[in-house]
């Protein structure tokens, strides 16, 4: 259960109403995301949580168990949103660390005359760089090929004939995609290494 | 007197946020999730890294240079802009694994397996863009590089690649033109698919709901 209080609400209104939700045994722990200020019933009779609606600060109740919620689910505000917050703050603090361990490098800017290196193509251009290394014939053979495979890839939905939802119905389709990411992963090393 | 809770749109917004998303689903232990909140990241860290960037031929590399040495935290803030960038495609990328693998893009959802193949070309697009930025000798060989690539493409190629040259040469409209790409357009068309996959998904359960 998630007691929604009104926005603004003060922390000495925030204690008016732990304190009588201690009072009917249901004690909570307070959450601050921005301006909004929740509560979430920790234990006790939840139910009792109704009570609460007489206090002008309480907005509104949020069942976050019970009948209701086992059989419609819960709602996206404030349950999942207050996850999918603390989802992105884990992986804010992911980003953060990885940015202090491999933090990125920046060299010159060439010379004027300077004859330019060789490039060094970015990771996730590699299946690219892989089709355009293999592709063979004259120059605009690689560049076309990969045209058609991105119309193919994306059309997909429409060359896929298949009916049913189980493994054995979708077989056709899930081996040619199996395949096809096979390709991509042989062809990333391959441009990887070109 | 219609009032702000009259309005259509927040309305719509509110029921949606109000309405149970079923028994045992977890909308944010997904990979479309992290897309959005890499997205957000991006968009900030892009904004901070924006405030001091120059992109003119001669200052780019020293502008990024004094992000990196001068500015208090800077280092800090391009870093996660990388690694969110390369989290970005990762996560995009798995994402239509997983759509395929589960079989989510047949029917009403093709609309939406096409919006995800296409972001997934505006996040490398955005990706490599901004290897550009920084102008030194690695982003100009690999600028002139891609650019030759795109020339020998047929039919469209040529002029696509004199488009992005903005030239005869590699130079300062290149430049311009992939910090125009970076910062405005692939950005906003990002937006744009993400609120079209978002609209795609409603309208997909809706029509599932009232099927079943």
Known sequence: MIVLLSRGASPEEVEAVLARMRALGIPGASLEVGSLRLIHVTRGRARRARWLLSEPTVEAIV??????????????????????????????????????????????????????????????????????????????????????????????????????????ARAPALAAGILVMIMVLALGIAGGSA | MRTENDHGLLRAIGAALRTPIGPGRKPWLSFGWMCVALLVVLGLSGALLSIYYLPALDAASESVRFVMRDVEWGWLVRGVHGWASAGLV?????????????????????????????????????????????????????????????????VFGPPLASAMRGGAEVGAATLARAHAAHT????????????????????????????T
């Open chain 1, 63 to 168: 069942p976050t168990s019970g009948p209701r919620v086992r059989r419609d689910g819960r709602r996206f505000y404030p349950f999942h949103t207050l996850c999918a917050t603390a989802l992105g703050l884990l992986l804010l603090g992911l980003l953060v660390l990885l940015a202090g361990f491999f933090p990125p490098g920046v060299t010159s800017a060439p010379a004027a005359g300077e004859m330019a290196p060789a490039p060094e193509w970015p990771w996730y251009l590699a299946p690219m760089r892989g089709v355009l290394a293999l592709a063979p014939g004259p120059a605009w053979v690689g560049p076309s090929l990969l045209v058609a495979l991105g119309a193919l890839f994306l059309a997909f939905p429409l060359l896929d004939r298949t009916r049913g939802d189980g493994v054995r």
């Open chain 2, 90 to 154: 990762v996560c995009a990328a798995a994402q239509l694994v997983r759509v395929f693998l589960t079989g989510r893009y047949r029917g009403a959802r093709a609309g939406s397996w096409v919006l995800g193949g296409l972001m997934l070309l505006v996040v490398l697009g955005l990706a490599f863009t901004g290897e550009l930025l920084p102008w030194d000798a690695e982003s100009v060989a690999l600028a002139g590089a891609a650019l030759d690539g795109t020339q020998a493409i047929p």
């Open chain 2, 184 to 211: 405005l357009v692939l950005p906003w068309l990002a937006f744009l698919l993400l609120l079209l996959e978002l609209w795609f998904l409603a309208h997909s359960r809706g029509r599932r709901e009232e099927h």
